[in-house]
């Protein structure tokens, strides 16, 4: 008989894998609920939660329901929630006047948000696109065939002035209009806000994976196509050291915090982002990261629970310090 083969070996990483206190005493990334931020999508009127069929899981809730839903997610220790309007088709016009309206749901939703739950973070983006009948995120040229970029602007910035007005803590530009960051800082601060702070969806990529949420929000019904081409605005998936350069100027505008966009697609580019900039940085793992694994998990090829987990480690341990998922309620409640 011969001897059973024997390495000589030194290093051995295995050995701190060997018992389960091993493993937690070198796991060296952990999730938290303090660490997600739920985006929530409101409706007008008093109608039950209304599912959306390319995000299960996900419910489009009138403003009592969203009052309730927040109560719940800060129950869990969820610390924010990032509120995105889906308005009736009657108040969509080409130049998305509704967002300036000091009525409109958003702001409404806000409004009773924090009357309810005043110490949760609560976020909107700053961008025309629930309000527009094409579905981009600014005013169009013209020609019709491009946003226009200061104009666009300008409404952005009045937008974001009635945002904190209705008491937001962050404004969240997703629009990725150049100067916005910059313009918005000095409308807040000219305003008497200088207290609201800006989370910059500063790299945000003209992205597949937004589908779904064109469907929540109606950005698709009213584009006539889900994937609406944003490439003039939104970046060239291929592109990493624009990235960096966007993230730099936003900072450098006044952002309080930058964002990568999506997220796991992405990780490469949070990590760099990481390494470059002291800020906070939030990542977005959005409609169509979450809607994959939820597909999967309903044909029984991926496990929901562990894939949802490892899906948002992944995106912490890339560098991320927020991240904002429709999996926020689910892993505050898994956490416990
Ligand atoms: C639009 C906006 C989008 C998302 C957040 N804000 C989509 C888009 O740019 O068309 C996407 C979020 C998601 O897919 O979950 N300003």
Redesign the pocket.
């Given at each position: 008989m011969a001897e059973p083969f024997k390495l000589n070996l030194l290093q051995r990483p295995r050995r701190l894998r060997r018992t389960p206190a091993l493993r937690a005493l070198v796991e060296e990334t952990v999730l938290r609920p303090a660490d997600f931020i739920a985006?929530l999508f409101v409706v007008d009127g008093k109608a039950p939660p209304d599912a959306i069929a390319s995000m299960p899981g996900v419910f489009r809730l009138n403003v009592a329901d969203l009052v309730k839903e927040c109560r719940a997610l800060w129950k869990l220790g969820v610390k924010g929630v990032a509120l995105?309007p889906k308005l009736d088709a009657k108040f969509k016009d080409e130049e998305g006047t509704q967002a300036l309206n000091e009525e409109t749901l958003v702001l409404r939703a806000v409004r009773a948000v924090k009357k309810a739950v005043p110490e949760l973070v609560v976020i909107t983006?700053v961008?025309l696109?629930p309000y527009t009948t094409h579905g981009h995120?600014g005013v169009l040229n013209a020609a019709g065939d491009d946003v226009e970029n200061d104009r666009t602007v300008g409404i952005l910035m009045q937008m974001a002035v009635l945002q904190a007005r209705a008491g937001v803590d962050l404004v969240a530009p997703?629009?990725m209009m150049d100067g916005r960051v910059g313009a918005i800082r000095n409308g807040l601060d000219a305003s008497g806000f200088s207290g609201t702070g800006i989370l910059a969806?500063s790299v945000?990529f003209n992205s597949a994976?937004?589908?779904?949420?064109?469907d929540a929000v109606g950005?698709a019904q009213a584009a006539g196509t889900r994937l609406?081409s944003?490439a003039t605005y939104?970046m060239n998936p291929a592109n990493r050291r624009e990235a960096l350069l966007e993230a730099t100027l936003d900072a450098a505008e006044g952002a309080d915090m930058v964002m990568v966009?999506?997220a796991g697609p992405y990780l490469d580019i949070i990590r760099e982002v990481r390494s470059q900039t002291h800020k906070p940085i939030a990542a977005?793992q959005?409609?169509?990261e979450?809607s994959q694994i939820q597909a999967a998990a309903k044909l029984g090829w991926l496990d929901l629970a562990r894939t949802r987990h490892e899906s948002l480690l992944a995106i912490k341990r890339a560098g991320a310090n927020i991240i904002l998922t429709?999996f926020a309620k689910d892993m505050a409640q898994a956490l416990r």
């Open positions: 985006p995105f983006d961008a696109d995120d997703s629009d969806y945000k994976y937004y589908g779904p949420f064109r950005s609406l944003k939104q966009k999506p977005y959005v409609s169509g979450y429709y």
